[in-house]
């Protein structure tokens, strides 16, 4: 299977992968298919752990969560394909679906067992380490998604959204350059790893 779609897609964010990421230089221009090698290159042992551990996260087995991910990337595939991206409702419930799949749904069954048993030089570990850290703005953002505390800034340029901290919201904003950076991390690092897996 070819990921080069997906390489093409991260690539646009070459800068942001070897800067917040810290990935190879080598990598940026074919992540997803770097990641596939790595993946490939894991004993079937060791690929089936992973997948037992995906499995046992939630009670949701690993065939079916990999069906809602390949059908989320149908839906985006074909939602951009066919034109419907014009019309500002569409695009308004993409965002809302394309966040929730990608900061809440795919986040700790999916990508925190990649950081907890992939090898530490793996791009596909440095990534998921990127995605899943603790003390980030995007940490911040799928809570504060998780619990409806966002919304369109005026101009939709951008997202603000609040975090309860010490009894305090507190007000961030995400724009849609970093929001597309982050949604479609988890993106290739979902679909290549369950693709693989």
């Not at 990641?35 to 690929?47: F, V």
């Not at 149908?74 to 569409?90: A, H, K, V, W």
């Not at 690092?189 to 290549?192: C, D, G, I, Q, S």
């Given at each position: 299977?070819?990921?080069?779609?997906?390489?093409?897609?991260?690539?646009?964010?070459?800068?942001?992968l070897r800067t917040n990421v810290n990935v190879r230089a080598s990598t940026v221009e074919r992540l997803a298919s770097t990641?596939?090698?790595?993946?490939?290159?894991?004993?079937?042992?060791?690929?089936r752990k992973i997948r037992d551990r995906i499995s046992g996260v939630v009670p949701i087995s690993f065939a079916d969560r990999m069906a809602e991910i390949h059908?989320?990337?149908?839906?985006?595939?074909?939602?951009?394909?066919?034109?419907?991206?014009?019309?500002?409702?569409?695009t308004r419930a993409k965002v809302t679906v394309q966040n929730y799949m990608c900061f809440v749904y795919m986040r700790e069954p999916c990508i925190t067992p990649?950081?907890?048993?992939?090898?530490?030089e793996f791009q596909t570990r440095k990534c998921a380490e990127?995605?899943?850290?603790?003390?980030?703005?995007?940490?911040?953002?799928?809570?504060?998604?998780?619990?409806?505390?966002?919304?369109?800034?005026k101009d939709f340029n951008s997202?603000?959204?609040?975090?309860l901290r010490n009894g305090k919201h507190t007000e961030h904003a995400v724009c849609s350059d970093m929001l597309d950076f982050w949604q479609k991390l988890v993106r290739c690092?979902?679909?290549?790893s369950f693709t693989v897996l």
């Open positions: 299977m070819s990921f080069e779609f997906l390489d093409q897609q991260m690539a646009v964010h070459r800068n942001k990641m596939a090698e790595e993946l490939y290159g894991l004993t079937d042992t060791n690929r059908a989320f990337q149908m839906f985006m595939d074909n939602t951009r394909q066919s034109g419907l991206d014009e019309f500002p409702e569409i990649l950081k907890k048993m992939l090898p530490q990127y995605l899943t850290r603790k003390d980030s703005p995007l940490y911040c953002f799928r809570n504060a998604l998780a619990h409806g505390n966002w919304t369109y800034a997202i603000r959204y609040w975090n690092t979902t679909y290549v």
